[in-house]
Nanobody, 121 residues
Framework: QEQLVESGGGLVQAGGSLRLSCAAS????????VAWYRQAPGKQREMVAG???????TYADSVKGRFTISREDVKNTVYLQMNSLKSEDTAVYYC???????????????WGQGTQVTVSS
């Protein structure tokens, strides 16, 4: 069974930090790019951070300098460290694997449940 499970979200004050985890079963992250996405109420899903199989990182302008994506392939897990959180970061956060040769928004697997991040101001 192919499954993506996000965890680590919660309620935090503006300026605080959270670390999200993306664990996979029936899927290997090795040699694949993995990305974090978020969806706020009434808005479309957007990519916020990606990491290639070789460890190269890409960030949306809105989070660059505040978020860090990393991977631990032996644990088949990808992380998102979020610092200096703002109220506009409030969203449900998801992870997925972009299709080879596509852009960040065409993904290979069904979306998981996501993890809720709420930032109070």
């Amino acid at each position: 069974q192919e499954q993506l499970v996000e965890s680590g979200g919660g309620l935090v004050q503006a300026g605080g930090s959270l670390r999200l985890s993306c664990a996979a079963s029936g899927i290997t992250f090795k040699f694949k790019s993995v990305a974090w996405y978020r969806q706020a109420p009434g808005k479309q899903r957007e990519m916020v951070a990606g990491i290639s199989g070789g460890g190269l990182r890409t960030y949306a302008d809105s989070v660059k300098g505040r978020f860090t994506i990393s991977r631990e392939d032996v644990k088949n897990t990808v992380y998102l460290q979020m610092n200096s959180l703002k109220s506009e970061d409030t969203a449900v956060y998801y992870c997925n694997v972009p299709q080879t040769g596509g852009d960040w928004y065409t993904v290979r697997y069904y979306w998981g449940q996501g993890t809720q991040v709420t930032v109070s101001s």
